[in-house]
């Protein structure tokens, strides 16, 4: 094997990924929704998400799937939280409860407009971005924890002294490769994460995109700018045309012509499956070799297209 080969296959070994969930809509379907869960983690994922709710239509869903990711696996669960409409108590409860029930990975977004929501944002609530969402995860915490004992075993006899280092959160924030619907343009996109980042965010996902330039040309903007934490590509298999359609519609994403095109074409469903995975594994593979630090699946609930692009990616056997 060569230098090259050899260094490709190493790195192909150690791809960091992780996936998203949502709760299931219904009693009748958590059995199903838990035996996905069981299926990605026993692939050993950095960290599973969960979704939350628009308006926290799904809390209690939510955080119940949260504490099964947390006890019924070995992989670290990351809630989604939203603050739209939440008062500012309300916030402070909810970001309580998710840490009582020991999470401490969260995705901190703003939420979007509920439907009938006027264009004077009166929607919002208290908390009115994901910035001030972010300062609150980390002002709950700092109250709950303000100090943690330390073992001294030299002082003797289970001595502790006080110490102000807590046990750290994760806060991941959205990014966007092709712009915010309301933002004017990238600078702006790009000066919100770094306001996320002053305010304590350590990790951004992005929104679905469907070319690996959309996603590196970002990266080396933010770069530039001073964004310095990861910032995980997120990839969702697209297995079918009426799934493309529907993703288009609800993230005002651009079309990607090539991939409609493709699925289009396919004469059947499976085709149009083999037309999916071939696109994801190889979008995939382009932003990794563009230095992405590893990559976000979301898996609609369903395991068997994440799986398949990781094992085309040499992620997984």
């Known amino acids: 094997m060569s230098t090259h080969a050899a260094v490709q296959a190493e790195r192909a070994t150690g791809i960091p990924f992780s996936f998203e969930v949502y709760p299931a809509r219904s009693e ?31 809390r209690d869903r939510s955080l119940d799937l949260v504490r099964y990711i947390l006890t019924e696996t070995n992989v670290p669960p990351m809630a989604h939280l939203t603050c739209v409409g939440s008062t500012a108590n309300e916030a402070n409860r909810l ?114 995109f469907f070319d690996a330039d959309d996603y590196l040309s970002f990266m080396v903007d933010a770069r530039a700018a001073g964004v310095d934490f990861p910032v995980i590509p997120g990839i969702m298999p697209v297995t079918s045309l009426g799934r493309l359609n529907r993703i288009v519609e609800i993230t005002d994403e651009p079309m990607p012509v090539h991939l409609e095109a493709a699925l289009g074409s396919a004469s059947d469903a499976a085709a149009q499956y083999e037309v999916g995975i071939a696109h994801a594994t190889e979008l995939a593979r382009a932003v990794l070799d563009g230095g992405a630090p590893g990559i976000h699946l979301y898996a609609f609930n369903q395991h068997a297209p994440v799986l398949d692009v990781l094992t085309r990616l040499g992620a997984i056997d």
Do not use: C, M
């Open 95 to 208: 970001v309580r409860d998710f840490l009582d029930a020991g999470i401490r990975q969260f995705l901190a977004i703003r939420g979007d407009a509920p439907e009938d929501a006027i264009e004077s944002e009166d929607f919002l609530g208290d908390l009115r971005s994901a910035t001030e969402l972010v300062q609150l995860i980390h002002r709950v915490q700092s109250e709950r924890e303000p100090y943690t004992e330390v073992d001294e075993p030299q002082w003797g006899g289970g001595a502790v002294r006080l110490s102000q280092r807590r046990e750290p959160v994760r806060i991941g924030v959205a990014a966007f490769p092709n712009g915010h619907p309301q933002s004017r343009n990238r600078a702006q996109d790009i000066d919100v994460l770094l306001a996320k980042q002053a305010q304590g965010a350590n990790l951004a996902i992005t929104q679905l």
């Open 28 to 58: 009748s379907q958590v059995e199903s929704v838990h035996e996905t869960v069981q299926k990605l983690a026993a692939v050993a994922p950095q960290f599973i998400a969960v979704t939350y709710g628009a308006g926290g239509s799904s």
